[in-house]
């Protein structure tokens, strides 16, 4: 299991790695809510919640999330508008 | 065997219309008055680089420029470790006999050369470009990260963090090259901007304008010799994404290996020169490194464990924190203070005994670590 895209494993170098859809569902494993952000583009949206989440399938992600977000928490990805782009954004699971 | 025989550092803060090469020779010329070694007698030139000034070949940029024909050249870029790395580098040059004397110098302006915003926004390229820097985060996001998950691991406060800008604060208000001068408290770095949370403005280094150098040599000058006793690294990844968990980080394994390396243990280590760029980074260092039990840095810091005269003074110039980050030759500074408190010439700052220091820098996101341990050795069969 790998997160960042490579061409082979990391781990033992085999080529083609099996591409697979995560669930989208996780757990907060840390929080940083930027207030000051250093691009014309990106300042338009503080302050914005970062995490690193540990999802269900056994890797770790950096996204946005709701500001009131608390480690620990269990929470769903969907996506959101970032400065020109789509990024991953995770809430509180219901 | 290697000694450190040369030091320089600039004041740190404002220079302006000073340039990066400019800066690089300021403390380069000092570094060379201070070994008492003449251009000529440099062989060997390692230099970090300049965000403000990026050259794919800075060393040789400043060697033509400084006027020195080397044997040995070149640059060096392992972020906040590039210092440490260049000194572990010049030692093994200088203990294999490919250099008799190396300059290790590096300088930048980059307080005055460039925005506020640009310096941020260059360094947070250190974050993967397809999986964080899209987030619009920043240096002190990726180390936010890391402290919110810390604080909550070992249970550590906002206010014990603070402690750490009040403590290097200190130290910088008795340095006159230091880039700030006014003491604060727990209560002002509670109060200050925050910039990523649990950071705010007063957890953070600042920018600023400076250089700094230093001389690694076979044979030592002065009549207190600095010899670096052994040193060791770990890199234990680049992203904060893809970084391991809090106890298996690079710091541990870096120190244990140095340890190894020379014989030496913790309670060895009479003067500490951490890596400071923020609050948070001090004192997962300091615990990491052993120098406090795990989630007890901030308490030995605000019983004075840590002040000059204190059982481990640490970075009595001030550190990243206080005395200012100007790049590579940021962490360089705490390596001159070093050599000032073992050479006994640290004026009104100096500590008691600073027979054994341990140095440490950190790169990216905790990703790149050097350990050091320095010994001074004094003339007994001259």
């Known amino acids: 299991m790998q997160y960042l895209h490579r061409a082979f494993c990391a781990a033992c170098g085999t080529g083609g790695p099996r591409e697979a859809r995560a669930s989208g569902r996780g757990r907060v494993y840390a929080t940083s809510l930027v207030c000051r952000a250093a691009t014309p583009e990106t300042r338009v949206h503080v302050p ?8 269900a399938e056994g890797f770790r992600m950096m996204a946005h999330g709701d500001n009131g977000l608390a480690i620990g928490d269990a929470v769903t990805a969907s996506f959101k508008p970032f400065a020109g782009k789509l990024v991953p954004y995770f809430t509180k699971e219901a | 065997m290697s000694f450190i025989t040369g030091v320089g550092l600039t004041p740190f803060g404002r220079h302006e219309g000073s340039s990066s090469l400019d800066l690089m020779s300021k403390a380069a010329q000092s570094a060379l008055d201070d070994a008492g070694l003449k251009r000529a007698e440099i062989d060997g030139i390692l230099c970090g680089y300049s965000t403000v000034s990026p050259h794919i070949m800075l060393a040789t940029v400043f060697a033509e420029h400084f006027g020195i024909r080397p044997s040995y050249a070149h640059a060096v870029q392992v972020g906040g470790a590039t210092g440490l790395a260049m000194t572990m580098l010049a030692h093994h040059l200088v203990v294999s006999g490919v250099c008799r004397n190396v300059l290790v110098v590096a300088g930048e302006n980059r307080l005055t050369g460039q925005s506020r915003d640009a310096s941020i926004q260059a360094l947070a390229q250190v974050g993967n470009p397809d999986y964080e820097v899209p987030l619009g985060p920043t240096i002190p996001a990726y180390y936010g990260l890391v402290a919110s998950r810390y604080m909550h691991e070992y249970g550590v406060t906002e206010r014990d963090l603070a402690e750490f800008a009040v403590l290097m604060r200190a130290h910088a208000c008795t340095h006159p090259g230091a880039q700030f001068h006014d003491p604060i408290t727990v209560a002002d770095v509670m109060a200050s901007r925050p910039v990523a949370m649990p950071l705010k403005l007063l957890d953070c280094c600042p920018v600023s304008d400076g250089g700094a150098a230093f001389v690694i040599s076979r044979e030592r000058t002065g009549k207190t010799g600095v010899r ?25 394994i870096a120190i244990a290996r140095a340890k190894e390396a020379t014989g030496l243990a913790i309670s060895d280590v009479r003067y500490a020169a951490i890596y400071d ?14 120098l406090a039990g795990r989630g007890e840095a901030a308490a030995r810091a605000r ?5 000059r005269d204190g059982e481990m003074p640490l970075n009595t110039h001030g550190g990243l924190l206080s005395y200012g980050h100007c790049g590579v030759g940021g962490a360089m500074a705490h390596l001159v203070e070093a050599h000032l408190q073992m050479t006994g010439r640290a004026a009104n700052r100096q500590v008691r005994d600073a027979s054994i220091a341990l140095l440490h820098g950190d790169g990216g996101v905790l990703s790149s670590h050097v350990s050091m341990f320095l010994e001074r050795v004094r003339r007994a069969s001259v």
């Open chain 1, 48 to 55: 914005y919640n970062i995490l690193l989440v540990d999802c």
């Open chain 2, 228 to 252: 670096i006793r052994g040193c060791a690294q770990a890199h234990t990844h680049q992203h904060v994404t893809a970084a391991p968990s809090l106890s298996e980080l690079g710091a541990e």
């Open chain 2, 277 to 290: 760029s923020f609050t948070i980074t001090l004192a997962m260092l300091l615990e990491d490194l052993g």
């Open chain 2, 303 to 307: 019983a004075g464990h840590f002040s």
